[in-house]
């Protein structure tokens, strides 16, 4: 192989655009001919990195399977005798895996069960996959196509004919004949498969960059050649409005949204959505009332501070989908548009579970939000961050501030969003911790779990964080450095294996 960089491609074209360059051994090459060879070296790359994958899918496999025949490795003595054991032994690998190849723990179990299904029931295209010879694209579809098949005669014979055309055609190609494979040599009815392939029907949300988003839906294919007829057929319609110059693909994609978040209908139900913006002395033409009542008074930002806007949004209520942090109740001089001038720092507004948004949103959720709650200072509320040994469930207050202070888990390598989750002691309660804010983070329940059944957990702290003095509270004669009086910084946790590996936590992004 050559290095396609190297001076060799670097030689300037002759006058009549043909060029020499000198090969290995000083033998005179044509241009064509050099080409061939940087082409040639593509290949190889290809091949080498499909015998990489193979690797790392079996690696994965056999981790997951060794942890399944040894759950002693991770389970607590005490618990090996509950029937639990194996799978906690199991789930405890793979967030080791998730940490150390920073990819989510869903994605490992899946990739040992595909390499499982690969060596048990696809031993020829497993062959191929570990010589080279086909991608890890092409295996994947046969393994997503022979799920629920359980004919295994008919499944020796998939594996034969497509182990013959893997690496020759493309994926496309590939699922499409798989397909056709299938169909033939399967026993079941169309029905039947339809009924089986019907329970893995479900809504996937993928963030994209920009403040956007994907939003992948898989249903029955009858559902969704009406929907694609309706949104096709309104967006005809809405193009030919006097004066609207959105194309096809917008009109549809806003009508999608509008008809899921039910923008306009007497039916929408009113979700909140937590919003962070950091708010600058100054900027506020008005001022903003306690959202607990007039009587408070207004609030005024002192120097660089955080506050969060509670938008309201029109949608449906679902698992997870939006979080009501704040009790709604009327904002007396709510800051407007024209009130937050263009300013770098709205630029660094963030939507929780997604990340920034742009200014032209950030002034959108300021015009419709229905309440404001400062979370560093917090002198409106008095709410305490800190609760010692007075109790043990954390504070709406503090899991406010974990859920802005962390935005996901606490373990490393976890995406599962804070709002969502456990809230954690790091310092056991059990053992002297306290319900402090710096003593707590935000743990999704799988690695919660983790934590008190196996060995893979995080490091516990010799001694509770140290409690801070109560400060008096403000006056308007304060300075912006005596208000604030709370700035809990988040502890990092190391993470243990009994395998010797360590990790440690991510620095929380505020």
Known sequence: MIDSTGAAGSVPEGADGALDAAGPRGATISQAELLDMVMTDAEQFAFETNRVAARRLASIGRAIRMARENPSIYVLPELMSRAEARDWAVRAAATELSMRLLIPTATVLNEAAEAHTLA?????????????????????????????????????????????????????????????????????????????????????FEDAPEGMMWLHALVPALDGVKIRARLNATAKQASRVAGETRTRDQLRADQLSAWLTGAGTPTAVQTRVLVTVPLIAGLLEKPVRDTRGAAAGPVTAPGTDLMTATAAASGPDGDGAAVEFDRPAPVSHAPTASALPAHPWLDVATIDGYGPISTETARQIFDTATAFRRLIVDPITAEPLYLDRTQYRPSQAQRDWLTLTYQRCSRPGCNNLAATGDVDHIHDWAHGGTTDIDNLAPLCPPGHKLKHVTWLRPEQTSQPQPQPQPAPSPSPEDTAAEQLTLDPRPPRRRWTSPTGYTSDSDIPPF
């Open 120 to 204: 048990a029931r696809l031993p020829k295209l497993w062959l191929e996959f570990l010589d080279g010879a086909t991608s890890y694209q092409i295996v994947r579809a046969a393994v997503e196509t022979i799920t629920g098949w359980d004919d295994d005669d008919a499944v020796a014979r998939f594996d034969s004919e497509l182990a013959g055309i893997a690496g020759r055609v493309t994926v496309a190609s590939f699922r499409s004949r798989a397909k056709r494979l299938r169909d033939r040599l399967s026993a079941a009815t169309m029905a039947e498969r339809h009924r089986r392939a019907l329970t893995e029907r479900r809504v996937v």
